[in-house]
């Protein structure tokens, strides 16, 4: 049975995130000993600014992103930040696309620093993902990751993927092509309200119908704990599994708390600072 990694690298005007699924490839051998296949609309430009990508990548599968209008703030540390576009449309293809009968799906700032993620292969349950998760700082307003509004389901985050090839599993993702080709739909069912197309929320919902509208038990529980930083902080080191992070101070705008982070899975999602240790470290 095939066993590896699938990451989506779509880049914006501002943000590579095919720099990014490189260097989470390179991680993910050395961490996991896993092969990594990524989907891009990019792979000239990967193959053009990494000559030995045959030796990281395992496969690169070109899918060519389906113009839509989806917008984001990304943010660079409390005080910069720029509306860009946001390429988050092809997700749902993960079924289809993986070449693996076991596929563990990383978002690119998912910074694997542990073989923690390989029990997803040895334990039985056929779909994981995560339903907790940690923030490095201690003050902020976690609540928009318990639901996915006020009044409406559990919130799971689509940034760590773990399934098998099965019935049950096709169906699911069928379900989540359907909610985002009906998104204005399930955006107002669900009481979301917002005009920015976010897989958790995908996820989150065809969860709940998938355990019949009621907690149920179809998502099993990813291995370890998902641990991020905001856009909000700004990540100045990745040196091996050591990380050196400024974290925002509660109620001090435009400051900063120095940190270390050691030997545990980061998701990063200031993808600028992100970016700026990647092209130091890679050199590109």
């Given at each position: 049975m095939t066993q590896g990694v699938l990451v989506f690298a779509y880049n914006n005007s501002q943000v590579d995130y095919v720099k990014q699924a490189y260097f989470l490839a390179q991680?993910?051998?050395k961490y996991m000993n896993l092969p990594t296949s990524v989907v891009t609309d990019s792979g000239d430009?990967?193959?053009s600014i990494f000559p030995d990508y045959e030796t990281v990548f395992d496969e690169i599968i070109d899918c060519f992103w389906s113009e839509d209008y989806n917008l984001k703030r990304y943010n660079d540390g409390s005080l910069a930040g720029k509306q860009l576009q946001f390429k988050n449309s092809t997700r749902s293809s993960c079924y289809e696309l993986s070449p693996y009968d076991e596929t563990l799906v990383l978002d690119s700032d998912f910074i694997v620093s542990s073989d923690v993620l390989c029990e997803c292969f040895s334990q039985t349950k056929d779909f994981l993902i995560y339903r907790d998760s940690y923030d490095l700082a201690n003050f902020r307003d976690y609540?928009?990751?318990?639901?996915?509004?006020?009044s409406s389901v559990d919130f799971y985050w689509a940034t760590v993927v773990f399934f098998r090839k099965?019935?049950?599993n096709k169906t699911f993702f069928d379900l989540i092509q359907?909610?985002?080709e009906n998104w204005m739909h399930y955006n107002s069912v669900f009481q979301i309200n917002s005009s920015v197309y976010r897989n958790d929320h995908a996820f989150s919902i065809a969860i709940h119908i998938m355990n019949g509208y009621q907690q149920g038990d179809f998502a099993g529980k990813m291995p370890g704990k998902l641990f991020?930083?905001?856009?909000?902080d700004i990540v100045l080191d990745i040196d091996n599994d050591n990380f050196l992070v400024l974290v925002e101070k509660e109620n001090y705008l435009g400051e900063y708390t120095a940190i270390r982070f050691k030997q545990n899975n980061l998701h990063v999602m200031n993808k600028f600072s992100l970016n700026r240790i990647i092209e130091e470290q890679l050199n590109v």
């Open positions: 991680r993910v051998k430009y990967l193959r609540s928009e990751f318990d639901h996915i509004s006020d099965t019935e049950m359907h909610i985002q991020y930083t905001t856009d909000k």
